[in-house]
């Protein structure tokens, strides 16, 4: 479970984090409010938030889907962020057929194999397309008139 307002979870919690993040201390490691700033943003940017917990697989925080691709997203808050075993065992699940893992921490862009790393700034480019709200499909059934439609074209 999400909470919307990333402040009031940090008062929230038991040791009032909000002031050395205030203060630019980032050497807080509070992956839950992590975890909850790139949730919100996530459905900001047009995903159904989703997360694994398999036992043989362990915890995926999000798995999204974007386009036709299935995506695992990890998001890690401390100097750790290459170890990630789930993601891992994941990835090596063929039927799964996971397109690409990708690492929000803090970190440069970079590609290791199925893995990409990606600075915690960049979840802001991780968009849903979505069709304009004008866009309207009109199909041409025009054709099917000579399978017994009544004579104004109605089917």
């Known amino acids: 479970m999400f909470q919307n307002d990333g402040g009031l979870l940090c008062a929230a919690g038991p040791e009032n984090v909000q002031f050395p993040i205030l203060q630019g201390d980032l050497s807080v490691n509070m992956g ?26 362990g915890e995926l925080d999000f ?25 891992n065992h994941a990835l090596n699940v063929k039927e799964w057929a996971l397109a690409e893992g990708i690492v ?31 866009f309207t499909a ?3 059934l025009s054709a099917l008139a000579e399978f017994g439609a009544g004579e104004s074209g109605d089917i």
Not at 40 to 48: A, D, I, K, R, S
């Open 32 to 57: 839950s409010i992590l975890e909850n700033v790139f949730a919100v943003q996530l459905v900001t940017n047009g995903f159904e938030l989703r997360y694994l917990n398999k036992r043989n697989v």
């Open 63 to 87: 798995v999204i889907q974007k386009d036709t691709q299935i995506l695992s997203l990890e998001i890690k808050s401390g100097k750790d962020y290459r170890f990630y075993a789930s993601l």
């Open 104 to 134: 929000f921490g803090p970190c440069n862009v970079e590609t290791e194999g199925h893995v990409r790393y990606l600075p915690w700034y960049m979840i802001m480019f991780l968009v849903q397309e979505r069709l304009p709200a004008h």
């Open 138 to 140: 009109v199909p041409d």
